[in-house]
């Protein structure tokens, strides 16, 4: 072995225990993030009843569409461009998009207190609660992200506990005023409690007075991915609502009976969707060259893993599926073959995904998550159409396979575009 070969290989060694580490916080944090929500919502569930309950359902799915607002506008560039920087780049560059999320949520929330007003009643309350928490829970989720940005993911699992810590105290009291409104404040107050600590963590004021500057700066891409990340949630709620249109409420119930016995796979590919785009903006920084097979290694283990747990599932006796499912299991087990191959190939996209983000490849990344959208909402409505609950799942999962492969043709041809960009011209005399 040459001088040279053993220096390489201890810096490779910890370089790939740095990247392991990283993705374990990514991991640990999407764990405690979604243990709080399931917190939060058994308790509110066994507290209010099924109406109040659906009121606060629907202020939670309002939250999700904003929160995939800010995300695009603010915390979506940032950790595009400004994974792995010298730190007084990062520093300003998350001061600018903190401030755009404080932005994010107070114009939002003015919106949610005028549907609120005009509402009235329990639902009015909780969305002028919401216009209360909104930016505190768009500043929490904005910290989340800077801080794996900046490689520090035990900053954001501590965030999530904090908030857990201080949500927890913030139910029991909600619980004793026993409205929706007071539910929706206990949840967003304790938020905001963890967006404050993460101002003392991080040592960063946001500036929201330079969020038009953000936006400025950042138009190429945060306008992009705000139209992706809004066409993705909306198109889980089209098939949704349009499946409850075709095959009924119960096929509804039973699609999201097998999507929960997936919850723990789904959590994990969560947590580490918070990991992947700075990992992979750290590759292209450090070696280009491996970006394709880091993207192609990372989609290989996701989709294994995801076939591997649907296999699990298969196994699950009757007695034990009735037992987490109640009447719904004998539907929900009938999707689980479908539902696994969806999420399989949902799974072989993330890498692709990742590395078109990584590549600051807006554009093409708009137009494959557009194109994946269509096909989920096409393909799970047509297959509802044909065959109910299990048609829709697989048209899903058709739909997926080809989303997937989309988004890989993309990856190729930006890493191809990227290469031929890189190479200088030879010129002959």
Not at 291 to 297: K, P, W
């Amino acid at each position: 072995m040459t001088t040279e070969e053993e220096k390489t290989r201890p810096t490779a060694a910890r370089a790939r225990r740095a990247v392991v580490g990283r993705l374990s916080w990514g991991l640990a944090d999407q764990a405690a993030s979604s243990i709080g929500n399931f917190l939060v919502g058994m308790y509110v569930a066994r507290s209010l009843g099924l109406a109040a309950f659906g009121a606060f359902t629907l202020v939670w799915v309002t939250y999700g569409v904003v929160l995939n607002v800010s995300r695009g506008l603010a915390s979506d560039p940032l950790v595009v461009r400004f994974s792995g920087v010298p730190d007084a780049s990062w520093r300003a560059a998350t001061a600018r998009a903190s401030g755009t999320a404080l932005g994010v949520g107070a114009v939002i929330g003015v919106v949610s207190v005028a549907v609120g007003l005009s509402l009235g009643g329990r639902l009015g309350g909780a969305f002028v609660g919401l216009a209360i928490v909104l930016p505190g829970l768009l500043l929490q989720d904005a910290w989340r992200f800077a801080f794996f940005a900046a490689g520090a993911g035990r900053k954001a699992f501590v965030n999530d506990v904090v908030w857990g810590v201080a949500l927890v105290p913030a139910l029991v009291m909600a619980a004793k005023a026993g409205s929706v409104a007071g539910f929706v404040l206990a949840w967003g107050g304790s938020a905001a409690v963890a967006a404050g600590y993460g101002c003392f963590q991080s040592g960063i004021r946001p500036r929201p007075a330079l969020a038009r500057a953000w936006l400025r700066e950042q138009r190429d891409l945060g306008y992009r991915y705000l139209v992706e990340n809004v066409s993705l949630s909306g198109a889980s709620q089209l098939r949704a609502y349009g499946l409850g249109a075709i095959a009924g409420v119960g096929a509804v119930g039973a699609v999201r009976g097998a999507e929960l016995l997936l919850g723990p796979f789904l959590a994990v590919l969560m947590g580490l969707s918070l990991v992947t785009v700075p990992e992979a903006a750290r590759v292209l920084r450090q070696a280009p060259h491996k970006l394709g097979r880091f993207c192609g290694l990372l989609s290989g283990a996701l989709a294994a893993a995801a076939l591997l747990w649907g296999g699990a599932l298969l196994l699950v006796p009757d007695w034990a599926g009735e037992h987490l499912l109640g009447q719904v299991w004998d539907s929900a087990a009938q999707l689980i073959v479908p539902i696994s191959l969806g999420v399989c190939a949902v799974s072989f996209g993330v890498g692709a995904a990742a590395g078109l983000r990584a590549l600051a490849a807006a554009e093409r990344s708009l137009r494959c998550q557009l194109f994946a959208s269509a096909c989920y909402v096409g393909g799970g409505l047509a297959g509802a159409a044909a065959a109910g609950a299990v048609g829709s799942a697989w048209g899903v999962a058709a739909a997926n396979a080809c989303g997937s492969a989309v988004w890989w043709l993309h990856l190729r041809a930006a890493l191809r575009e990227r290469h031929h960009n890189s190479v200088p011209e030879v010129r002959t005399s």
